[in-house]
């Protein structure tokens, strides 16, 4: 699994992926954050938090980690190479696992760098240093979690394809339905609201970002990543067939 994780990096880094995906992150947080007027501009909110950044980081990402993953297994099956990995002494599970961690630890990397705004507004608040460190710890564990959630529903869409843009479209579908679709839905069906919102990454996101860890949350999350790195696993044994 260590090589599959290792491969996944070097090719990120490679080539100009991963510093792409690095650089449209941060710019694209940067404008719409400090920048341009609207509802995300942190410094127009009045308030001394990150609540703009963690309204907009999920929807960014949802264009952002089907970009990263749409490669990982059907590039693979493009250029052939997939019967040869499968058939190296690894179980599917390693294989599927070194390229989710591989892709996570890039997005990751993405992440780091933000945790700077916390640097630049703490000192601005009334009084100083007035920041609910609580809630925006707890809104980058959510963060986390989602991420890990996007990223096993990209990998799942990469392996049902040899065409990386079918991966993208479909891996974007997704995960826009299970972060927004359900909140929608929610407000259409009131009779049903809570219970269609909490099959959706949303509430459960949104209910981290509280700073409060509910072990629901934590399990929903990591219910929706095992539930498509497995099903990852379940396509791949047809091509090890």
């Given amino acids: 699994m260590k090589a599959i994780l290792l491969r ?3 090719s990120f880094f490679g080539s100009l992926t991963g510093y ?6 941060l710019i694209l947080n940067g404008i719409f954050l400090w920048i341009v007027d609207g509802q995300y501009n942190i410094l127009q909110s009045g308030y001394n938090d990150l609540t703009p950044f963690f309204q907009l980081a999920p929807l ?3 264009l952002l980690i089907p970009a990263v993953t749409m490669k990982t ?3 693979e099956r493009k250029q052939g190479t997939i019967e040869l990995l499968v058939t190296k002494p690894l179980s599917l599970n390693q294989i599927v696992t070194g390229k989710f961690l591989g892709s996570f630890l890039l997005v990751l ?3 780091l760098p933000t945790v700077l705004y916390i640097v630049i507004l703490n000192p601005y608040g009334m009084p100083a240093g007035n920041m609910d460190l609580g ?3 707890g809104s980058y564990l959510g ?3 989602l991420i890990a959630a996007y990223t096993s529903v990209g990998i799942f ?3 049902l394809s040899d065409n990386q843009i079918i991966a993208f479209i479909l891996a974007v579908i997704i995960c826009f339905v299970l972060y927004v679709g359900f909140d929608q839905l929610a407000e259409l069906i009131k009779t049903s609201a809570t219970i269609i919102e909490k099959i959706g990454m949303s509430y459960h996101f949104k209910s981290m970002s509280r700073g409060v860890i509910d072990t629901r949350d934590l399990i929903y999350f990591v219910s929706v990543t095992l539930f498509f790195l497995t099903a990852t696993v379940f396509n791949l044994k047809n091509v090890r067939k």
Avoid: G, N, P, R
Avoid at 20 to 25: R, Y
């Fill in 157 to 159: 869409c990469s392996s």
């Fill in 135 to 137: 809630s925006t710890t």
């Fill in 20 to 25: 792409l995906v690095i650089a449209v992150f």
């Fill in 8 to 10: 996944e990096i070097k």
């Fill in 143 to 145: 963060l986390l979690f």
């Fill in 109 to 111: 990397l993405a992440i």
């Fill in 60 to 62: 960014v990402l949802l």
């Fill in 73 to 75: 297994i059907s590039d």
